[in-house]
């Protein structure tokens, strides 16, 4: 019997040692799996957020390398005392941001309820209004530069014909329409975005409420602002945060069609850390002042969930 029961034990010892080698392996797998996908974002993510808040603690100028080394504070203290850039491109990214996410937004829904009715071509004319989300900044900054053109744009040549100008205008060298010119492009470029986005929320609306309003003898703007907005509410709150940090950080069509100019009337934060970093090789300061539009970006997305009561479903 001592021997049998000895023999029992170690049998059942030894089925557990094999489960336990068999757990550890199952939950190494999953690890080994995604190891790779973590190499790449470490890589290509956190090491570069981490080296532009390293830098903006240092004097690191290429063109004046006897310059360099630690610098404390002292980046961020120029930022907001000395700089006299700053302020004014930070008034113009805001002033961008607003212009071009609230005009998306507004001309975005009215696409998606166009485009949520049935008609024939309904699924070609879908296609062609989502075409300008695909295209490129630089290929549509391009366009929009021929567009424009003093010489030879087709937007001169119309308003010509109209009879509303009577000679050709440099809609992108004139500081009084340099900024709408280009709202106008980067809002031509990111209406598809709202509209796919809130077209596919649309869809996803019970018609049940639909039928309940028109009962209840509710007219298409109530059952609009009663219904269709409520359940829209995420899908606006995010569409809206992520457009709001693309258009604050975006560059290409700005940089392409004005440089900035003219006399700064188009440059943005982001374009002026641009021209520090890339153009003027300071990136120890650029870098500073990538921290802080992070931090701006930080804390707007912080009020703005809170504010909105975001919930997620």
């Known amino acids: 019997m001592d021997i049998s ?74 930022i907001f005392t000395e700089d006299k850039m700053f302020l004014p491109s930070l008034l113009n990214s805001l002033k961008w941001v607003v212009s071009e996410v609230g005009l998306q937004l507004i001309f975005g829904m009215i696409l998606a309820l166009l485009l949520n009715q049935t008609f024939k071509l309904r699924g070609l004319v879908r296609a062609v209004a989502f075409i300008p989300w695909a295209i490129s900044g630089v290929l549509a900054s391009t366009m929009w530069s021929l567009i424009f053109n003093e010489h030879m744009g087709v937007l001169n040549d119309l308003l010509m014909r109209l009879g509303l100008i009577d000679e050709p205008q440099a809609f992108l060298a004139n500081t009084a329409t340099a900024f709408t010119s280009v709202i106008l492009a980067e809002m031509w470029r990111g209406i598809p975005f709202f509209a796919i986005t809130l077209l596919a929320s649309l869809q ?98 912080i009020v703005y969930l809170k504010l909105s009561r975001y919930e997620k479903e």
């Open 5 to 78: 029961s000895g023999v029992t034990e170690t049998s059942i010892e030894s089925k557990k040692t094999v489960k336990k080698k068999k757990i550890n392996k199952g939950s190494i797998a999953p690890y080994l799996f995604i190891l790779p996908s973590l190499i790449l974002i470490i890589g290509f993510l956190f090491y570069p957020i981490g080296t532009v808040f390293y830098y903006s603690f240092q004097n690191y100028d290429v063109a004046a390398p006897f310059y360099n080394g630690f610098a404390g504070l002292d980046n961020f203290i120029t």
């Open 204 to 301: 996803s609306i019970p018609g049940e409420l639909y039928e309940a309003a028109k009962v209840d003898g509710a007219s298409r703007w109530k059952t609009f602002i009663y219904v269709t907005i409520p359940q829209l509410k995420n899908t606006i709150v995010l569409t809206t945060l992520l457009r709001v940090v693309w258009e604050f950080n975006n560059v290409d069509l700005l940089f392409n069609l004005t440089g900035g100019g003219p006399a700064h009337s188009t440059t943005t934060l982001t374009m002026y850390i641009a021209d520090l970093a890339v153009h003027g090789s300071n990136f120890g300061y650029g870098s500073a002042l990538t921290v802080v539009t992070f931090a701006i970006l930080l804390i707007f997305a």
